[in-house]
């Protein structure tokens, strides 16, 4: 299988749809950088008030990261801004293949930390999301998150 290639720099980058946005994710190291890097360009031109798109890179951040080093490839960020009750949020979700297999700690293992969760993704992402959450599909989980955008702003 064939690795998508990275955008290198702004010139790689094609501007978005208006409300809508993907990016598929190669696990690779450079991954979180250059995706966030192209997020912050799409929240630009989609006018989004700098404190959602600050909000918005650090919840990228984090599912992309979960998606590299938790889960199995393919992996794809899509951000969106649905309408919901007349009112526009960012919806940012991560679709990977499922959680990589991971062997089940013995009862006389020497180092038992190893196999317990290490981060504060979720707490973060909780914090600046309105909701979050997780679908499961056949051979498939999205973890998203909905951001709220302030009613001022309106579709370019």
């Known amino acids: 299988m064939t690795t998508p290639a990275m955008p290198t720099s702004d010139t790689d980058v094609d501007l978005p749809p208006r409300t ?3 990016c598929p994710l ?9 995706v ?15 404190e959602t798109a ?10 992309i990261t979960n998606a590299l080093a938790h889960a199995l ?14 009112r526009h949020g960012l919806r940012i979700e991560v679709t990977d293949a ?5 062997p089940r700690p013995s009862p006389d293992s020497p ?8 981060g504060r993704g979720t707490g973060i992402i909780a914090a600046l999301s309105m909701r979050h959450g997780v679908s499961h599909h056949l051979h498939r989980i999205t973890r998203w998150a909905d951001l709220h955008v302030a009613s001022s702003w309106s579709v370019p």
């Open 26 to 34: 190669p696990h690779i190291p450079e991954t979180v950088a250059v």
């Open 98 to 102: 499922g959680p990589l297999a991971r």
């Open 111 to 118: 180092h038992p930390a190893e196999f317990e969760e290490h």
């Open 36 to 50: 966030r890097h192209r997020a912050r360009r799409v929240l630009s031109h989609w006018a989004l008030p700098t």
């Open 54 to 63: 600050d909000d918005a890179i650090l919840v990228i951040s984090e599912l």
């Open 20 to 22: 809508e946005h993907i």
């Open 73 to 86: 490839p393919p992996a794809v960020l899509r951000l969106s801004m649905p309408e919901v009750g007349g």
